[in-house]
């Protein structure tokens, strides 16, 4: 079974700095997408970024980028340019051939000024 | 506008009571998920269902059923066999054709006393 491990349940980042949030995961599938999902405190679930595994060049997507890692099974994200509303869980999943989510237990970023 | 409705926000019930929590979209997708959020351990996967009139357990899917007869429907009943059935629970749908990123439910939260 697929794993995604997220080690740091809390990050802190100031406003207009730079903060990478980590995320490895354990398959043995060679087709598979990567995704890192943000839930602000109303709980809604919004996808930030996706990564599809056979492609090499990291996604971005405005202020937020990944660095992928596909031998070592490492997906972490980083956000450039902290604004207070980029304040959330973030969540890192992984999903492959069977076609459900698995999810990572989250990481809590604040943002101070 | 597109999306996916959960309802009621909060719900709140007697223990050995079974209830059931709506989830209707509007997407046309094919695919539609339950997860149940805990604090600390991230989202977990209750049940999926990949067509109308099929569905597949998930890795936490004791206590719970659902039905899956419309194609916008997919509503979770929680048992009075679900140990500890107080907890956020989200809808979501996919496309359902290949990999495709999911689509999030505002929640609802479920308190059993």
């Known amino acids: 079974a697929q794993t995604v491990t997220q080690s740091q349940p809390e990050m802190s980042v100031q406003e207009a700095e730079t903060v990478t949030l980590s995320c490895t995961y354990d398959t043995s599938e060679s087709d598979y997408y990567l995704f890192w999902y943000k839930q602000p405190p109303s709980r809604q679930m919004i996808l930030v970024i996706r990564q599809e595994a056979y492609k090499q060049q990291n996604a971005t997507e405005n202020r937020f980028s990944v660095n992928f890692q596909k031998a070592a099974k490492s997906f972490s994200l980083k956000i450039s340019d902290s604004q207070l509303g980029d304040a959330a869980m973030y969540f890192c999943?992984?999903?492959?051939?069977?076609?459900?989510?698995?999810f990572g237990t989250g990481t809590r970023l604040q943002v101070t000024l | 506008d597109g999306g996916i409705t959960q309802s009621p926000k909060y719900l709140f019930r007697k223990e050995g009571q079974n209830v059931t929590l709506s989830c209707e979209q509007n997407?046309?997708?094919?695919?539609m998920y339950w997860y149940r959020q805990d604090p600390g351990q991230g989202l977990r996967l209750i049940y999926y269902s990949q067509i109308v009139n099929d569905f597949q357990k998930g890795d936490i899917a004791e206590g719970y059923s659902v039905s899956r007869e419309k194609k916008e429907s997919f509503p979770l009943t929680v048992t009075s066999a679900q140990k500890n059935p107080t907890a956020f629970y989200l809808c979501a749908s996919s496309i359902g054709q290949g990999i495709s990123p999911l689509h999030f439910g505002n929640g609802t939260r479920l308190t059993v006393t």
């Open positions: 999943a992984y999903t492959g051939t069977a076609s459900k989510l698995t």
């Open positions: 997407l046309n997708h094919d695919a």
